[in-house]
Each structure stands twice: as C-alpha cells, then as structure tokens.
C-alpha cells in the first residue's frame, strides 16, 4: 500500500509558477508509475504528465513546454514545476501511484489559475 500527500497548490495569476509535491509512504523506486492528474469543475479527470520508473515520461499535449516533472528519492517524492500557467490549468490536481498490488491517489490539492 501507499499513501500519497500532495501540497503546493495555491492561487496564482496567469503566467506564474507553481510547484507541487507528492510524498510518498514508502522509496518512489519501488513504484512502478507516478504521475499528476487534474479535474476541473464538470469535467473529467484527466492526465497531465506521469512517469514510469524507468524514466520514461509522457506529458499532455497541453502542458508540454511548461510543466517538468523531477524528484528527490531520498524524501520519496515527486514534484511538479508548472510555469507559464494558464487560466484553464485552473482544477484539482492529484497525485497518483501504480503498482504491482494496486493504483492509489492523494487527496488532491486545488490550483487556480487568475487571469
């Protein structure tokens, strides 16, 4: 099992930065995907960038150029740089973890965007 806590959302206006962080319970070298999704309000949840383990990372057409991913195994966790941001990243974004036993979420941290 894992626990997932996300921080780092926050207001900010259009064209600023955020950085989001997701600790993990236990090393991020023993999960085999982690990524970040979003869900904005009447919309589905969506991906915006997820790594595997091996380094490979996919991120949204819609981010790409403005969002990095990065982390730090010594504190188990996985950030997520958003610069350039944009009125419509404004959502709920969530931390989310795949592994052999299962698929696990953080609680979300909300993000919005003034433009």
């Known amino acids: 099992q894992v626990q997932l806590v996300e921080s780092g959302g926050g207001l900010v206006q259009a064209g600023g930065s955020l950085r989001l962080s997701c600790a993990a319970s236990?090393?991020?070298?023993?999960?085999?995907?982690m990524g970040w999704y979003r869900q904005a309000p009447g919309k589905q949840r969506e991906l915006v960038a997820v790594?595997?383990?091996?380094?490979?990372?996919n991120y949204a057409d819609s981010v790409k150029g403005r969002f990095t991913i990065s982390r730090d195994i010594a504190k188990n966790t996985r950030y997520l740089q958003m610069n350039s941001l944009k009125s419509e990243d404004t959502a709920v974004y969530y931390c989310?973890?795949?592994?052999?036993?299962?698929?696990?979420w953080g609680q979300g941290t909300q993000v919005t965007v003034s433009s």
């Open positions: 236990r090393s991020i070298l023993s999960i085999n995907t």
């Open positions: 790594v595997t383990n091996g380094g490979r990372i």
């Open positions: 989310n973890a795949a592994t052999v036993y299962g698929n696990y």
